[in-house]
C-alpha cells in the first residue's frame, strides 16, 4: 500500500521480498528476494537505495544496523527495538512516564503467581518477541488456567532470553489508536485519534475520528504519542494502540488510557487515511523517511470508517475469487472505496478493506459493515 | 497514473512500452517492450491480458483488430477512430447534431479559400491524425499567412489519405472539458464540467466544477458528452473538450458551445478526479474497461484547482532535479497535492501536476498556482 503514494511523488520503490508471491512483489518492480535475517541480502538491497524503511518490524537490529552502514535506514535499530521487544518497550514507556498497565517482567509461574496478587487475575503473559494479531499472547484466569500448558512452554523457550511479559489485564471501555508521522529532523504530525474495535485480537473496524471522545483525552493522548515518538527517536509512522479506561479518582469516574502496543510503520489503525485523510499514513511515512516536509493530517469527511476484509473461516467455492463480490458491493454503494491486497486466501488473513465516508456515521458505519462483510462472503445480500 | 488505481482494486497491471524509460515502464511490471504499431508484439501482449486498454490513441486500427480477436480490448477500434481521425470524428459528430465549428474536408490551398469565404479568416488547418497538444494545428490568418508553407507540405503529405481538416477559428469565451465514463453493458457516469486553460496549445489549469457555469450550460453539455459516448460507443473514459462561445439569438447573447477534440482515455482535464473526486478518472476507466459498476463522480470538496508542472524553457541546474522543490513546496503547504511522473524533463514536457482543493476559489487557485509555479522553477520563492 506504500506503493501509489510513492507512485504519486515520482518516488521508485523497490521491496526486499521474502518469496515472489507476498503482495509487495506484485506490485514493486524490483523485488529481490531476501529474508529479514540474511544480513548479506539486506546490505546488498540497501546499497542500491536512498533510504530503507519497513512495512513489519521483524528486521533484527543486526540487519538494521548493517544496513544503516550503507544509507538511511528509518526508523532506525534503536527506535525499532521499542517496537520489537515489549519488555523494552514497556521500560522504556515507564521511564517516559507514559501510563502502562500493571507490568513485570516474569521467568516462571511462580513470578506470574506473585505478579497476579498485587495486579489480580486475570494475568496477560507476552511472548517479548515475535508476537503479530494476538499471536504470542496468553490470557490466564488463574492458578486452574489451562493454558499454563502453553506458558510452561513458553517460560522454557525464553528462559535464556530474559524471561516473558506478565501484564495486568486492563477492563476497557473500548480501544482507540493515536497515529502521528515524525520526521529525522523532529517535524511531527497528528492524525485525529481513532476508535479500533478488534475481534480475536485482529484489527477489525476503525473509526475516525474516535465518536464521543473527550477532547482533553484526545489531545492528551495525541501527546503522549507525540512524547513516545520524539523519546524513542521514531522516524515515519507510529501508531499507538491504547485502552480506554474507567478510572474513579477522588470518587468521580472519568475517562483515561493505558498504553497497548507500539507500531513503527504504516499501521492497520491508519488504513482509513488513505481516503479519509489529505494525506495518507502512507504518503506522510514516505515523507517522513524520506525527512521531507510532512502533509496536512486532516480528515477530509466527518466520519471515515474503515472496515478489514478478513479471509472467511471456510473458504467456499463462491469466495475463491474475491473479485466478484465488485459487482454486487460496487453497484450496492457507488460511493464505498474497496481494497483487496491481491493476497492468497486463508481463514482469518487480512486480505483486504473497505472505506466509506461521510457525514453521519451510522451510515457510514453500515455502509462499510455491510462491504466489507459482503466482499469477505459473510452476508450473500 | 492508472497504476495506483489497479493496485487499490488488487488489479493486475501490465505494459506494453514502448522503450525500458517510458514511464509506465518505471512503476508497472511486467512491461514487455513494443511499438504501438507492432502487431505480433500487439497480440503476443493481448494474449496475456483479461483486457486490454490504453493511455494513449495512437495504435492503429488493424492493430487494436488483432488484439480484439484475443482478448477484451475497451474501447475498441470503431470507437477509437473517432479519437485518432479529426475528420472522421467531425462526420460522426455532425451526423449525432452535436454542434462543431464549421469544417471542412479540404485538399489544397483553393479549398481553403473556398471554406474561408463562407467561415471567415483564420481557418484553422489540421492533420486528421497525429496531433497532440497544439502539434498538427495551423492557424491561417488569411491569404498571406506564413504558415502556408507548412500548410502546402502538409497537403503533399495527406494527398492520398483525404486532405486535411478546416476549422472555423471560434471566437470563444473560455473552454470547458466534459468527462463521462461508459462501460461496455452502458452504464455511464460524468464527473463535474470543469473550466481548462491553454497554454501554446497544451492544458494548463483545470478548475473543477467550471466557475460561474450557467447550470443549464452544464446540463447540456454533460448531455452531450454522454450522447457521443454512447453514440461512438466508447468504453472507458471519454473527455470531450469544447469551447464555449458566446451566440447571440434573436437579439438575446446566451453563452453555448461547441465540441473542438475528442479523447477516449484518461484525460489531463480530469487528473483533479484523483484528489478531487470520490472516484477517480483512472479508476473509473478501470472500472469501465472491466464492466464493473461505475463509482461515484461526486467532487470531495468545493473547489478543486490542478495546475500542470511543464518542463521549464530553459533548464538550469537548479531545476536539473524537481524533487528539490519538495522542500519548500510540502512546508509552504501541508495540503497540496504533488504528483510527478518521473519523466526526463523537456522544455514544455508534461512533467507532473499539483492538486489543491478548498471552499475559496481565489485561495485554492493561488496555492495549486503557487506550487506548480516553484515546482516548474518559474518562481524561486
Not at 506503493?3 to 520503490?13: H, M
Not at 518490524?57 to 538494521?64: K, M, N, R, W
Not at 524471561?163 to 504530525?189: C, D, M, W
Not at 478478513?310 to 460496487?330: C, N, Q, T
Amino acid at each position: 500500500m506504500m506503493q501509489p503514494a510513492a507512485t504519486a511523488l515520482g518516488l521508485r520503490l523497490r521491496v526486499l521480498a521474502e518469496g515472489p508471491d507476498v503482495a509487495a512483489a506484485q506490485v514493486v518492480t524490483p523485488a529481490p528476494i531476501g529474508a529479514a535475517d540474511d544480513l548479506e541480502a539486506l546490505v546488498a538491497f540497501a546499497s542500491e537505495c536512498d533510504a530503507v524503511t519497513f512495512d513489519h518490524e521483524h528486521v533484527p537490529g543486526a540487519g538494521l544496523r548493517a544496513m544503516a552502514e550503507v544509507t538511511s535506514v528509518q526508523p532506525g535499530a534503536d527506535a525499532l527495538v521499542h517496537a520489537q521487544d515489549k519488555v523494552v518497550m514497556r521500560e522504556r514507556l515507564t521511564a517516559l512516564g507514559v501510563p502502562c498497565p500493571a507490568w513485570a517482567r516474569v521467568a516462571d509461574r511462580a513470578a506470574v503467581e506473585a505478579f497476579a496478587t498485587e495486579a489480580g487475575w486475570p494475568v496477560v503473559l507476552k511472548t517479548p518477541r515475535g508476537g503479530y494479531d494476538g499471536k504470542g499472547v496468553l490470557v490466564l484466569d488463574g492458578p486452574d488456567d489451562a493454558g499454563w500448558a502453553t506458558a510452561g512452554a513458553w517460560f522454557a523457550d525464553w528462559a535464556d532470553r530474559g524471561g516473558l511479559l506478565a501484564e495486568e489485564h486492563v477492563p476497557f471501555t473500548r480501544e482507540l489508536a493515536a497515529l502521528v508521522a515524525r520526521s529525522p529532523s523532529g517535524q511531527a504530525a497528528a492524525w485525529p485519534v481513532v476508535e479500533t474495535v478488534q475481534r480475536d485480537g485482529v484489527c477489525h473496524e476503525v473509526t475516525a475520528p474516535a465518536p464521543d471522545l473527550d477532547p482533553d483525552l484526545a489531545a492528551e493522548l495525541t501527546d503522549v504519542a507525540l512524547r513516545i515518538a520524539g523519546g524513542l527517536g521514531v522516524t515515519g509512522v507510529l501508531a499507538v494502540e491504547v485502552f480506554e479506561v474507567e478510572r474513579v479518582v477522588q470518587g468521580v469516574s472519568r475517562r483515561t488510557f493505558v498504553v497497548n502496543e507500539l507500531a513503527m510503520r504504516p499501521h492497520n489503525s491508519g488504513h482509513w487515511s488513505i481516503d479519509g485523510a489529505v494525506t495518507s499514513q502512507f504518503e506522510n511515512h514516505l515523507r517522513a523517511v524520506l525527512d521531507l516536509p510532512l502533509g496536512s493530517t486532516a480528515p477530509r469527511a466527518p466520519w471515515t470508517v474503515m472496515v478489514n476484509v478478513l479471509g472467511p473461516k471456510a473458504i467456499e467455492a463462491r469466495h475463491e475469487d474475491l473479485y466478484r463480490s465488485y459487482l454486487h458491493v460496487m453497484a450496492h454503494d457507488p460511493g464505498v472505496k474497496v481494497h483487496l491486497y491481491g493476497k492468497e486466501q486463508r481463514p482469518g488473513r487480512k486480505l483486504g478493506h473497505v472505506t466509506v465516508y461521510g457525514d453521519d456515521l451510522d451510515t457510514v458505519r453500515a455502509r462499510a459493515r455491510h462491504a466489507a462483510a459482503f466482499t469477505a462472503g459473510e452476508i450473500d445480500e
